[in-house]
């Protein structure tokens, strides 16, 4: 598609094998459902990642999780209209090629890993913890019984999807702009 956003939702093997992650944030589906339902947005949803570390989102219009090549992924990420995701290497790419990402902060710091240019979501409660335990991403330091932390837990697909669909209109805009020049 011409318009597209991207989405992501998986993570570092290496740092969390066994196919888990705490800052993975796990209600994207709900996420592009609002999107879509009380934003109409039109932009097609393509997925990229891993077979071994994303987790298919139903409401994407192309998955491609599996079916690309690691450079093929970011160049699909770079030419996105805006990219989404939880913390991680596909938001740094996009923001190397100064493009913007709607990013959820869990365990990993808003403070220090977040962009200017992006939408940081903050956890409302915990968060910030990767630097407490070498096994933050596999468990919850304050919670380790959990599959999905309390800091993820808090974020509300609701207010996500109203920002997202807020900065699509910006994003929009400014590529309608960049175009007339």
């Not at 969390?16 to 879509?36: D, I, Q």
């Not at 939408?119 to 304050?142: D, H, I, L, Y």
Request: proline residues 5%; contains cysteine.
């Amino acid at each position: 598609p011409q318009e597209y956003i991207s989405i992501h939702n998986g993570f570092d093997e290496a740092l969390s094998p066994g196919g888990v992650s705490t800052k993975a944030f796990l209600r994207w589906e709900e996420v592009l459902y609002l999107l879509r339902q009380r934003y109409s947005v039109k932009a097609e949803f393509v997925q990229v990642g891993s077979e071994t570390t994303s987790r298919r989102i139903g409401t994407v219009d192309l998955n491609l999780v599996g079916k690309t090549t690691l450079a093929e992924a970011v160049k699909i990420v770079g030419n996105s209209l805006l990219h989404i995701d939880n913390e991680g290497g596909f938001v740094h790419a996009k923001a190397s090629m100064k493009g913007k990402s709607c990013v959820v902060f869990g365990p990993t710091s808003h403070e220090y890993f977040g962009y200017p240019q992006n939408m940081n979501f903050a956890p409302s409660q915990c968060g910030g913890c990767w630097w407490v335990e070498t096994t933050w991403m596999k468990c919850c330091p304050r919670s380790p019984q959990d599959v999905e932390p309390l800091c993820m837990r808090s974020h509300r697909p609701e207010a996500i999807a109203e920002a997202i669909a807020a900065k699509l209109g910006e994003c929009f805009r400014e590529r309608s702009a960049s175009c007339a020049n």
